[in-house]
C-alpha cells in the first residue's frame, strides 16, 4: 500500500495585490525524507514555509500536513510540527529554562523536565539553561530556537536558514544535530536556506524557487550532473540567472 | 480529538501562558512598579481635590468618596484594559507571536490567558492604592460588597472587550497600531460620565452614553455613595450590552486573526 506523503503541496499560489508571491507550485515530501527549499530573496521560500505551517492562507491550491488540510485543519497536527526561523525570537526577559517550560507545555510534552535536561544534554545548553535568552551569544540563541524546534519531537520539522548568521563552526555543529535527530525520530525536514554547503550536506532532494515558480526539483546529485557544475552554489546561481532555462533552450 | 475550528479550551495551554507572563513580571521590577505607580498618582490628585472641595461645598461634604469612587472605577476599567493589551504587546516586542501562532494554542485559549493576566496586573496595582485610600481619605472601597463586585465585573467585561478589540486590530495591522493600545480607553472617559452625571451632558449625547456599560456602573456608583442606593437595575443593564459587546469583541477578534492569515501579517509582527 502506498504511504502518504507526510505533506503535501497542490498548485499553491500566494498573491499580496498584484505580486504573486507564491505563483502554483507542487511537490510531496515523503514521510522521514528531507528536502531543501533553495532560491534567492523573494523567491517565495518563506511564504511556502509559512502556509505549510498554517501561518498565512493560500490565495488558492492546498497544502496538507500528515493528513490535515491546512489552515482549515491545523490544530489536528500543529502539536506534530514545529517551526524554526531567526526572523522570529523567544522573549528575552525569559530565561531558557523558563522559554523552554512555556513551550514545552504548549506542546504538552509528557516529563517535561526530563525532556529539557535532554535537549540541554543534546544541545550543549546546561551552562545558560537558567540565563535570561537576550542575554545569549547569536549561536547560543539559535541551539535554544532549535531545542525549541525540537522540544515535541515533531514529525514534521520546518526550518528557515536555521544557520544563517552563525560561524562555520556553530553553523556544522548545528547540522550535526539536525541530522542526528532527524536519522533518530525519522521527522520529515523541510529547509529553506541560501547555505549550499548546508543543503549539499544535509538534504536528499533540492527544490529551486524563483520568483514564486519551482525551477528544478532533483537530487543534488542529479542537479550537478543536468547542470554540468561542481557544486550546488554553481547550480543556484545558473537557476538564479536564468542560464538553466538558456542551456535548455539551446539544447 | 478532532477540533476543526480551534475552539476547546485546553486548562494546561492557558495555564502555560499565564506562566510565561508570571515569568516575566517576576523577572522585571520596573514592570511591577509601573502597575502601582499611575493608579497612586491618580488617587492622590482626585483624592485632594475631593478634600477641598468637600470643605467648600455642602454637596460634596454630604457625598464624600464620589471622586475617589470614580478614579478606583476608572482605574478598574482602564488598566484592566491596559493589563490585557500590555501581556498581548509583550508578544509582539519579543517577536514571539509567530511561535505562538505555529503552537497548538487556540486564539481562545491565548485571550483566555490574556484575561487572567489583566486580572493578575490589576489587582497587584489596584490592591495597595485601595489601602492607600482607607489610610489617607477614609475611603474603603471594599465596604460596598455586593456592590463592588458588581462594579468590577461589568468594568472588568468591558475592558476585556476593548482589550480583545485592540488586539484583534494590532494583529492585522501591527505595530503601528501600537498607540490604540494605550489610548483608546480614554475616549471612553467623558461620554461614560466617570466624575459627572450623565444628565451633565447634552440629551443627544446621553444616548450614546447609555449605550455603554461603564456609564450605569458609574451611574450606580454615585446613587450608592450619594443616596445609599444599590440600583441592580443598573447592573443588569449594563451586563446585558456587555455580553453584546463581548461577544462581538471575539467575532471582530477572530475575523482579524483570519484577516492577518490572509494578509500575512503574523510573519511580520516585531518591532
Not at chain 2, 75 to 91: A, C, K, M, P, T
Amino acid at each position: 500500500m502506498p504511504v502518504e506523503p507526510a505533506v503535501t503541496v497542490d498548485q499553491l499560489v500566494k498573491t499580496y495585490g498584484a505580486t504573486r508571491a507564491v505563483d502554483g507550485i507542487s511537490f510531496a515530501l515523503a514521510a522521514g525524507s528531507i528536502t531543501a527549499l533553495l532560491g534567492g530573496n523573494g523567491a517565495g521560500k518563506t511564504t511556502t514555509i509559512a502556509m505549510i505551517l498554517g501561518l498565512v492562507m493560500p490565495t488558492s491550491g492546498g497544502v496538507r500536513v500528515l493528513g490535515a488540510e491546512m489552515p482549515r485543519q491545523r490544530y489536528q497536527v500543529l502539536h506534530r510540527m514545529n517551526f524554526e526561523s531567526p526572523y522570529i525570537d523567544m522573549p528575552h526577559r525569559l530565561t531558557v529554562r523558563q522559554n523552554l517550560t512555556v513551550f514545552g507545555r504548549l506542546y504538552a510534552v509528557a516529563d517535561l523536565a526530563g525532556r529539557i535536561a535532554d535537549l540541554a544534554a543534546q544541545l550543549d545548553l546546561a551552562e545558560f539553561l537558567d540565563r535570561p535568552s537576550g542575554k545569549l551569544s547569536a549561536g547560543q540563541k539559535t541551539r535554544v530556537a532549535l531545542a525549541k524546534a525540537l522540544i515535541n519531537q515533531p514529525d514534521v520539522l520546518l526550518l528557515d536558514e536555521p544557520t544563517a548568521s552563525l560561524d562555520p563552526d556553530t553553523a556544522d555543529w548545528v547540522r550535526e544535530r539536525l541530522e542526528r535527530f532527524r536519522k533518530r525520530h525519522g521527522a520529515t525536514v523541510l529547509l529553506a536556506s541560501h547555505n549550499m554547503a548546508e543543503v549539499e550536506r544535509l538534504c536528499e532532494r533540492v527544490i529551486m524557487m524563483k520568483r514564486g515558480r519551482i525551477e528544478d526539483d532533483d537530487t543534488p546529485a542529479r542537479l550537478l550532473t543536468r547542470y554540468g557544475r561542481q557544486t550546488l552554489e554553481e547550480v543556484f546561481l545558473d537557476v538564479a540567472r536564468g542560464r538553466g532555462e538558456a542551456r535548455e533552450a539551446a539544447q | 480529538m478532532s477540533d476543526t475550528f480551534g475552539l476547546t479550551l485546553a486548562p494546561h495551554r492557558v495555564g502555560a501562558m499565564v506562566l510565561r507572563y508570571i515569568y516575566l513580571l517576576r523577572s522585571s521590577w520596573p514592570r511591577i512598579l509601573e502597575l502601582v505607580y499611575w493608579p497612586t498618582m491618580q488617587l492622590f490628585v482626585w483624592g485632594f481635590l475631593q478634600l477641598y472641595i468637600s470643605q467648600n461645598a455642602g454637596f460634596f461634604a454630604r457625598a464624600g468618596g464620589v471622586f475617589i469612587g470614580a478614579v478606583l472605577l476608572w482605574d478598574i476599567l482602564f488598566r484592566g484594559q491596559l493589563g490585557f493589551s500590555v501581556s498581548f504587546l509583550e508578544e509582539m516586542w519579543a517577536r514571539n507571536l509567530g511561535n505562538l501562532m505555529i503552537s497548538p494554542l487556540r486564539p481562545i485559549e491565548f485571550v483566555a490567558a490574556l484575561m487572567i493576566m489583566s486580572i493578575v496586573r490589576l489587582a497587584i496595582g489596584m490592591v495597595p492604592v485601595t489601602l492607600l485610600a482607607i489610610a489617607f481619605f477614609g475611603f474603603n472601597i471594599y465596604s460596598l460588597g455586593f456592590a463592588l463586585a458588581a462594579f468590577f465585573a461589568n468594568l472588568i467585561l468591558t475592558s476585556w472587550s476593548v482589550g480583545i478589540l485592540v488586539s484583534g486590530v494590532l494583529l492585522r495591522n501591527g505595530m503601528g497600531a501600537e498607540s490604540l493600545a494605550w489610548t483608546l480607553m480614554f475616549v471612553l472617559m467623558p461620554l461614560t460620565c466617570v466624575y459627572y452625571p450623565v444628565a451633565t451632558l447634552p440629551s443627544w449625547l446621553q444616548v450614546v452614553a447609555w449605550s455603554l456599560p461603564p456609564t450605569y456602573v458609574f451611574e450606580g456608583m454615585r446613587a450608592l455613595v450619594i443616596s445609599h442606593e444599590f440600583r441592580a437595575d443598573l447592573m443588569l443593564q449594563a451586563c446585558a450590552l456587555n455580553a453584546v459587546y463581548f461577544s462581538a469583541a471575539v467575532v471582530s477578534f477572530l475575523q482579524l486573526l483570519k484577516s492577518a492569515r490572509r494578509q500575512g501579517s503574523l510573519m511580520q509582527s516585531g518591532e
